[in-house]
């Protein structure tokens, strides 16, 4: 029989579809597993914002990835229950994100407020002298920052509640 470890371990090989250096696990996407009976899985996710195009995508990855290590039954159920937040990203996450380009967004306790979205590190150089050209970026969860030590425009990934 297989292990709720050993499920985790099978789904951090799942790759986010928008940042593929970043797995859904460690992206915090992944919030539940349940082992069910010998062959039967119940994993729970919860996508960045309920527009994301790429839910019906993710649950077929991870109904895949469970597929190819045995599990015979296979339910992906998303939820906007508990909805997804910033802080849910694992510290090896957010070196992906750091790794795919983007500056991770800071820890919050709850509040997003102006300061702390133009708090960001350079992801080429790892200066913080930086400064946001505007909180709007190509996706909705990402904001364009400038530095001003590199002279590298980069992205960050926005920190959200």
Same mark, same amino acid.
């Given at each position: 029989m297989i292990s709720e470890k050993e499920i985790w371990q099978a789904l951090? &090989?799942?790759k986010d579809p +928008?940042? =593929?250096t970043l797995s859904i696990v460690d992206m915090g996407i992944i919030t #539940? &597993? +349940?082992i069910r009976g010998e062959s039967n899985v $119940? &994993? +729970?996710m919860t996508p960045t $914002? /309920?527009?994301c195009p790429a839910i019906k995508m993710m649950e077929s990855m991870v109904s895949d990835r469970l597929k190819e290590i045995g599990i015979v039954t296979i339910e992906v159920k998303t939820t906007f229950d508990t909805p997804w937040n910033s802080n849910k990203l694992t510290e090896r996450g957010l070196l992906c994100l750091k790794k795919h380009g983007l500056a991770p967004p800071p820890k919050h306790n709850g509040e997003i407020t102006n300061e702390l979205l133009e708090i960001s590190v350079c992801p080429h150089c790892g200066s913080s002298n930086t400064e946001m #050209? /505007? =909180?709007f970026g190509p996706t909705l969860c990402r904001s364009m920052h400038y530095c001003n030590n590199c002279l590298q425009a980069f992205e960050?990934? #926005?920190p959200v509640v």
């Open positions: 951090e &090989v799942v +928008e940042i =593929p #539940k &597993v +349940e $119940f &994993v +729970e $914002f /309920t527009g #050209k /505007t =909180p960050q990934f #926005k």
